[in-house]
């Protein structure tokens, strides 16, 4: 079983920045791609940002210039840099990890961005 463990989360003004971490109880190379999901109340899960196995990222449209998705492998760790952030950015955060055959998500981290 994997686990992924969030951190960062948390109350900020707009304008301001948080970076969230999402460590993975094993090797992140393991997994086709980790990625970094965001609910708002009433939302979808939508994707905020990926990170494949070969390096290639993706970015919602609307977090593109502004989040930078990145990794440490010696500890098997993902990030997400998040600047100049937004209310609109206002969501619990999920880690996750796509092992091809399953899915692993983390608990989620609450970001409050009050304007």
């Known amino acids: 079983q994997v686990q992924l463990v969030e951190s960062g989360g948390g109350l900020v003004q707009a304008g301001g920045s948080l970076r969230l971490s999402c460590a993975a109880s094993r090797n992140i190379f393991s997994f086709v791609a980790m990625g970094w999901y965001r609910q708002a109340p009433g939302n979808k899960r939508e994707l905020v940002a990926a990170?494949?196995?070969?390096?290639?990222?993706n970015y919602a449209g609307s977090v593109k210039g502004r989040f930078t998705i990145s990794r440490d492998n010696a500890k098997n760790t993902v990030y997400l840099q998040m600047n100049s952030l937004k209310p609109e950015d206002t969501a619990v955060y999920y880690c996750?990890?796509?092992?091809?055959?399953?899915?692993?998500w983390g608990q989620g981290t609450q970001v409050t961005v009050a304007s």
């Open positions: 996750n990890a796509d092992a091809r055959q399953y899915n692993y």
């Open positions: 990170l494949t196995i070969s390096g290639s990222t």
